[in-house]
């Protein structure tokens, strides 16, 4: 298996400017989770879905960020306009809820920097 | 609102010695504890959790945990350390409501270093 895949792995963008993050979690998994990773704050739950449906997206900053998962095998996290505070590290990670694993597996992340 | 406390942004031991990071979690009802482990420049990895049963709960690379419910705790522990060892370790738990499907609320880690 694959693993979580995520794209790009870095992006260096300036601030005003749309910035898309991508995810294509384990296959069969229907579980999917967006972090954030910064020094100040640590690993931070952003959203996440289970079977394409968002659960819990109280952990996104402002309205400048949304999320989407039009199918089982794709989401994507989008920030509009970017700002330099919005630079972190950017984790998608998935799991088969139900399973009685409770095993979240974390991609690499998309190292974003906004100028 | 879950929180958890990692006593100690930093840990340095020997090579060879015993491992011991800290992990307090804040919940009126324990939640699903886990462990991960992150090296440079990767995603994390889960070296352990504990669900339910048995409270001392064994792990990848030779690491465990042991769950006290009566002390909020759930520290990691290895009897001894190795160089490639070194890394960020988070500590992390779940709510039980959710079934295990919830996100999970991190500590803000240690890193290990591992003296030769």
């Known amino acids: 298996d694959a693993g979580v895949i995520q794209s790009p792995r870095h992006e260096v963008t300036e601030m005003g400017q749309e910035v898309t993050l991508r995810c294509k979690p384990i296959s069969g998994h229907n579980s999917l989770f967006w972090y954030r990773q910064t020094m100040m704050r640590g690993l931070e739950l952003l959203i996440y879905?289970?079977?394409?449906?968002?659960?819990?997206d109280s952990g996104m900053p402002e309205d400048r960020f949304s999320a989407k998962m039009p199918n089982a095998s794709f989401s994507t996290l989008k920030i509009q306009p970017s700002e330099p505070r919005d630079s972190a590290v950017y984790f998608c990670?998935?799991?088969?809820?139900?399973?009685?694993?409770?095993?979240?597996?974390f991609g690499p992340g998309t190292r974003l920097t906004v100028l | 609102a879950q929180s958890v406390t990692q006593l100690g942004s930093h840990v340095s031991v020997s090579e060879g010695a015993l491992v011991l990071l800290r992990c307090n979690y804040s919940s009126s009802v324990p939640p699903y504890l886990f462990w991960y482990v992150q090296y440079p420049n990767q995603g994390l990895q889960l070296l352990l959790k504990?669900?339910?049963?048995?409270?001392l709960v064994k792990g990848i690379n030779g690491f465990e945990a042991e769950f006290k419910k009566s002390e909020t705790s759930f520290h990691l522990t290895k009897p001894s350390a190795h160089m490639s060892d070194a890394a960020e370790y988070f500590c992390?738990?779940?709510?039980?409501?959710?079934?295990?499907?919830?996100?999970?609320?991190f500590g803000k880690g240690t890193h290990l270093i591992i003296q030769p």
């Open positions: 992390a738990v779940s709510d039980r409501s959710g079934g295990g499907a919830d996100g999970l609320t």
């Open positions: 504990y669900t339910t049963g048995a409270t």
């Open positions: 990670a998935s799991s088969l809820a139900a399973s009685g694993l409770y095993e979240q597996f």
């Open positions: 879905f289970n079977n394409n449906v968002p659960i819990d």
